[in-house]
RNA sequence: GCCGAAGUGGUGGAAUUGGUAGACACGCUGGACUCAAAAUCCAGUGCUAGCAAUAGUGUGCGGGUUCGAGUCCCGCCUUCGGUACCA
């Protein structure tokens, strides 16, 4: 009996354990769960090859591509993914709208810091990479990005930097013609100078004498070589350089801000040195040009073409008294010659030993001394500084014929138009102040009375004390000292650009080695194509070799490998791998070529460029001017890479100061509260940043002395904290608690603030479809916005409701009942919405049209087939997992991100009855609905029928009615 | 200095061609469910006055155009980004 009542016991327990399992099963079932739905997806999508696509497809191509990282040991922070999220979005979206879309992912491998590491730690460049690229690629698959993983590009690879290389021979063997505007190889122009010498060449150099066939013949290789490098888009020339010496390498002129290096922010100088470079100011016509057919926005185009700072003016030639040699000058203002009383050269101009007087000799070579112990900061923050020195040579005016004296000084620049310039004081500001400095005539040339407000930057006013000028208006008086200048063949019109040629070497070893040896003469010699890839050597130690020079020149193996020759030992700077890579996507693997014309000619361009505004003038003014080359050399059709390109805003993060801490030996230093060691004291002073005090703070932005504590702690210190109260500067607050005011800032993510939020993290709590859309739904793409994950329970909840739609207590339940009409308009409305928004890049809406979406769904408790399939297929690209779980719910067999995109229906928006607002004078008083059908005159009687507006209107005389059919009404009344 | 972008509730932001300012969220307040908490759900929420209906007011500031202005025009202020002796 008893073991009956056992046995009926178990059993029960039994049943009851199961039906508990059913139930938490359902109950499990009903509610979403990220982590259960991601990984397997992931693993599937791989599996399944899903986002690798073909270079043959009937579809029309589109290709939707990011700005590539490089991989820093950092590791990715919530900002990078910005754009990536973004562009993949895009992506997704035209692949459902039937593209094939080409959307690649890759790493910019050459670079400084793991140089920089490789010094301090002895860590291999090649190994700490490595491992920085796993761990970015594990932090990129975590986000579910479709990026076709078989394409990847790695620029340190050497099957990549082979290319690199090639295209850099490729530039090293043309010119640029200026009759064809187009590179033309170097052959062409050597067989000309055999026939007729520098004659008849209309091309891009910086060759300053000509010369005839039979001096060319005579030239010794050394000479041609010479000779030839003014010609080559690839050159080697002695200039003044970016000098760093604390990276002990040459910097671009991108890579310099405000006199430091933008990495590390290092002192910069200028410094004579032998470098390769690149001579891209050919193509600064096209570049300016061409930034018309482009789908930029306007900021980033100003950008572009403030650096290339095209200026319309006229190239004199001044004679120098006693002296064969003219002076040649470059301004923009013609019409000011009269007022001409000097000429400033550059300190560094060529001309300046020669020209300088016995007597001015000693003052020049104090004054070249002194000019050249400057720093490009120190130029630069004593800018309104003038220094100068008279070089005690006159030139004679071309038309007056008066002798005036030449100076040198540091606001006239060497590369800069010709480096000398002539100094009107009366119309130039720096002139001005440069001729009240040294006591030089200034004769008014500019009467601007009649024009009040305008300033000396203003080209106008009418022409004084100018002899055949006078009278003239400023913008006639410049057209006709053109025509002047080119009778009298003094000079002619000419065009200049701010742009340079870029500094193409760099003194490090993480870099692409050219292909370049030197023979005894010192003549470049070219390795033939097939001795490409050249590697770099293994190396043990980093250290710049001495002279300024890479460590390659330390490895006496590799740089003498080639008998009698010595090897290049300068590596190519960061943006040469980076100036091409858009074009390796196309054909990744390619042993043969850069990649095959095939692809080239199927893929043509990037459609969408996504990247930030930092690249605004360095990266893609060099990737344009590489895809320009390669168009006149006949390899790519298009004459521009990046037909749309979006900047994405920079995520920054909140930084907390404390104002008036400070540590108690009376340091006063910016310091981080998680560098100071445990055993200081703080003491109210100066700002210290307080990471992580956001939870401890109150609506005020106050932390209390209770609050403060309990902060110290959880950041793992263990000050004696501020607990004399009479010694430090506590307020008291209402309950007599004391507490100090924490000054919020927003400021960049970085390592050092202990501010970077790794988005690992964020999907670990919320899942990857939570984070892109929390990002997305942050605000506008092209803002800077502050990190803050305050808003992201909104995001969170939204996709939870959205699963909800799903499911009811008894687990997956969806109707293939009919929808309604009210059903069918709010799926359509949302289809229209977020295509629309898609369209012109406004994420942040599509989210909350989904939200506005799923609230009136879950209103009406609808779980209709025919409304949750589109509306899952319109989800996909923003919330690619979640989607894809419920598409196969559905019971489909194929993936959702290969569905076909929903199609607006513009009929179930139709509507039969509107509602108006009615305005009395512009003011909102009433609102009715009437039916659609309507006349204007109907709307009008009803409108003035209704309580709330008789209200104002009665008694008065109503003036106008206006109805904007579907918007509102408005009556005008008079009081 | 010059060039460019932007200023909207307590917060992030919306308003696409001049047409209901504050969509959608966060936060906050109150309520439901719960032993309780979390989660969830419901209601409210620009500011001022009022129990309320409602009225006034409101998109950096000062003017203007218009029946109507966050949006267009003129003049300023502030913030951010770029640039810096460019002749």
Redesign the pocket.
Known sequence: MGQLIIKYHIKYLILRQVSINLYYKIKFLMHYHPENIEPKWRQKWVDESLYKISNESVKPKYYVLDMFPYPSGAGLHVGHPLGYIASDIFARYKRLKGFNVLHPMGYDAFGLPAEQYAIQTGVHPAVSTDENIKRYREQLDNIGFSFDWSREVKTSDPSYYKWTQWIFLQLYHHYYDLSENKAKPIKELISSFEKFGSAYIRSYHSHDSDFTANEWAEMSPKQKDDTLMNYRLAYRKTGYVNWCEALGTVLA??EV??GLSERGGHPVEKKAMMQWSLRITAYAERLLQDLDTLEW???LK??QK??I?R?E?AQMFFEIVGHEEKLEI????PDTIFGATYLVL?PEHDLVKKITTIEQNENVEAYLEYVSSRSEID??S??????GVFTGAYAKHPFTDNEIPIWLG????KD???????A?PSD?E?DQLFAKKFGLDIIDVVDKSEYPGSTM?DKTGKIINSDFLNGMEVMNAIQYMFEQIEKTGIGAKKV?Y?LRDANYSRQRYWGEPFPIAYNKEGVAQPLSVDKLPLTLPELENFQPASGGKSPLARADDWVGQIPDMTLETDTMPGFAGSSWYFLRYMDASNENEFASKKAIDYWQDVDLYVGG??H??GHLMYSRTWHKFLYDLGLVPTIEPFKKLVNQGMITAYGYYAENLKFDDGNTLIGNIKDIKSDHNIHVGSPIRLAYINEHLDSQNRVTKSKFSEYIESIGKHFNVLNDTTKYYWAKDDNGEDYFTVNIIQEKMSKSKYNVQNPDEIVTKYGADCFRMYEM????IE???PW?T??I??????L??YWSLYFSEKGWEVSDEAPTAEENKILHTSIR?VT??IE?F?F??C??AF??CV?EL??LECNKRQILEPLTILLAPFAPFITEELWEMFGNKTSVHSADYPVFLEKYLIQDTV?Y?V?V?????D?VEVSAQLSQAEIQAIALSLD?VK?YVEGKDVQ?V?V?PG??I?L?IKE
Not at 793 to 798: A, S
Request: aromatic share 6%; proline share 2%.
């Open positions: 002129n991108d801000k405000d926005s306007d900021a100003s950008m403030n650096w700072g200026s003016g470059f301004t923009t203002r550059a130029r630069m004593e800018v309104k500084e003038v220094s540091e606001y006239v620049l800069y138009g010709t480096g000398a310039i002539m009107v130039d720096r930057h200049n701010k505004t930092e605004a003038v739904f942050l605000g506008p803002q800077s916005k803050d305050k808003g329970d909104g995001v969170n909840r939204f939870r409701k919405k629309d928004d012109r406004s942040n809406t989210i909350s939200m506005v609230n879950k209103r509602e607002p305005c004078n512009g003011k909102k008083r609102t709330n209200k106008k206006i904007v918007r509102m408005n005008v």
